[in-house]
């Protein structure tokens, strides 16, 4: 997987103009010195794991768009260091139908975030289906990857519009995060942000849950400057009995009231368990 992962690179990034591995121009490899670092390829999952780069939301499902239309999304991105900066010096594409017009080099202070637009342009053909990576190339030469999926019909199978740019002044991000089916009695953890994209800093009070089998153990109440995220580390107790579908609400909250909420949907133990043996069906008699 990682050979695989690592040949994608090379080819975005020779896409994108930037030599892995080479001199500089004009200047001679030192053949006494150690083999230049080999740039990596993370997915949006992995570079949230290992601290490097939070991409929300990881994918984005589009769904069904009418042939030739333009749609536009909005993509955060967080410096999940406590002490180091981060640089983000191009947005790459495998498919020329999508763009990041307004993009400029950014360098993320610790805690930061920012929005990164983009621009979709659906193909002229019927049926045609784009699974799109966006690449975001770090100063070091890594990168790493978040996904876009869209299908296109024709213009008489209805419209779709764009979903209102979000305009609170807090957003608790991803706002709605899909967990598939979890395993029964298993204790579940994952990760939210809460970003402040307001020119004020505003105080979060506390979190609050619709269903008591979402928990926030180590939230502390505090202040977030503007342009500044706050990570929510949250864990979902085990459940002993399936569960078809579950949709958990999380708000963020200040002294007036809520300032963001997210959903988090999921179920429990309806996957059919693999248990190694293969099922063998009798012949009927004639």
Same mark, same amino acid.
């Given at each position: 997987?990682?050979? @695989?992962?690592?040949?994608?690179?090379?080819?975005?990034? /020779? *896409?994108? $103009?930037?030599?892995?591995?080479?001199?500089?121009?004009?200047?001679?490899?030192?053949?006494?010195?150690?083999? *230049?670092?080999?740039?990596?390829?993370? +997915?949006?999952?992995?570079?949230?794991?290992?601290?490097?780069?939070?991409?929300?939301?990881?994918?984005?499902?589009? $769904?069904?768009?009418?042939?030739?239309?333009e749609?536009?999304? @909005?993509? /955060?991105?967080?410096?999940?260091? !406590?002490?180091?900066?981060?640089?983000?010096?191009?947005?790459? #594409?495998?498919?020329?139908? +999508?763009?990041?017009?307004?993009f400029?080099?950014?360098t993320?202070?610790?805690? !930061?975030?920012?929005?990164?637009?983009?621009?979709?342009?659906?193909?002229?053909?019927?049926?045609?289906?784009?699974?799109?990576?966006?690449?975001?190339?770090?100063?070091?030469?890594?990168?790493? #990857?978040?996904?876009?999926? =869209?299908?296109?019909?024709?213009?008489?199978?209805?419209?779709?519009?764009?979903?209102?740019?979000?305009?609170?002044?807090?957003?608790? =991000?991803p706002?709605?995060?899909g =967990?598939?089916?979890?395993?029964?009695?298993?204790? +579940?953890? #994952?990760?939210?942000?809460?970003?402040n994209?307001?020119?004020?800093?505003?105080q979060?009070?506390?979190?609050?849950?619709?269903?008591?089998?979402?928990?926030?153990?180590?939230?502390e109440?505090?202040v977030?400057?503007?342009?500044?995220?706050?990570? %929510?580390?949250? %864990?979902l107790?085990? !459940?002993?009995?399936?569960?078809?579908?579950? @949709?958990?609400?999380?708000?963020?909250?200040?002294?007036?009231?809520?300032?963001? !909420?997210?959903?988090?949907?999921?179920?429990?133990?309806?996957?059919?368990?693999?248990?190694? /043996?293969?099922?063998? +069906?009798?012949?009927?008699?004639?």
């Amino acid at each position: 997987m990682k050979m @695989r992962l690592l040949s994608g690179l090379v080819a975005a990034l /020779w *896409a994108a $103009g930037v030599s892995v591995g080479a001199a500089a121009p004009g200047e001679a490899a030192d053949s006494s010195e150690q083999p *230049a670092r080999k740039a990596e390829l993370f +997915t949006a999952e992995r570079a949230a794991e290992e601290d490097l780069l939070v991409v929300l939301p990881r994918a984005i499902e589009m $769904g069904m768009v009418p042939i030739g239309d333009e749609r536009h999304r @909005r993509v /955060w991105v967080i410096n999940p260091s !406590e002490s180091e900066e981060l640089r983000i010096k191009a947005v790459r #594409f495998d498919c020329g139908c +999508t763009t990041a017009p307004g993009f400029q080099v950014m360098t993320l202070e610790p805690g !930061e975030a920012r929005a990164v637009d983009l621009e979709i342009h659906a193909p002229m053909e019927v049926g045609t289906r784009r699974d799109v990576r966006v690449f975001y190339v770090l100063e070091n030469g890594d990168a790493v #990857f978040s996904t876009l999926h =869209l299908e296109t019909v024709d213009t008489c199978s209805g419209f779709s519009i764009d979903p209102p740019m979000p305009e609170d002044d807090v957003l608790a =991000l991803p706002g709605e995060m899909g =967990l598939g089916d979890l395993p029964l009695g298993v204790r +579940t953890e #994952f990760t939210a942000w809460i970003v402040n994209q307001s020119d004020a800093p505003r105080q979060i009070e506390k979190l609050k849950t619709s269903c008591g089998c979402l928990s926030a153990p180590g939230f502390e109440s505090g202040v977030i400057e503007p342009g500044r995220a706050v990570r %929510v580390d949250l %864990v979902l107790r085990p !459940e002993m009995d399936p569960l078809e579908e579950r @949709r958990v609400r999380l708000v963020a909250m200040d002294a007036v009231g809520v300032m963001a !909420e997210m959903s988090i949907v999921y179920s429990v133990g309806m996957r059919p368990v693999d248990d190694g /043996w293969e099922t063998v +069906t009798e012949p009927k008699g004639p």
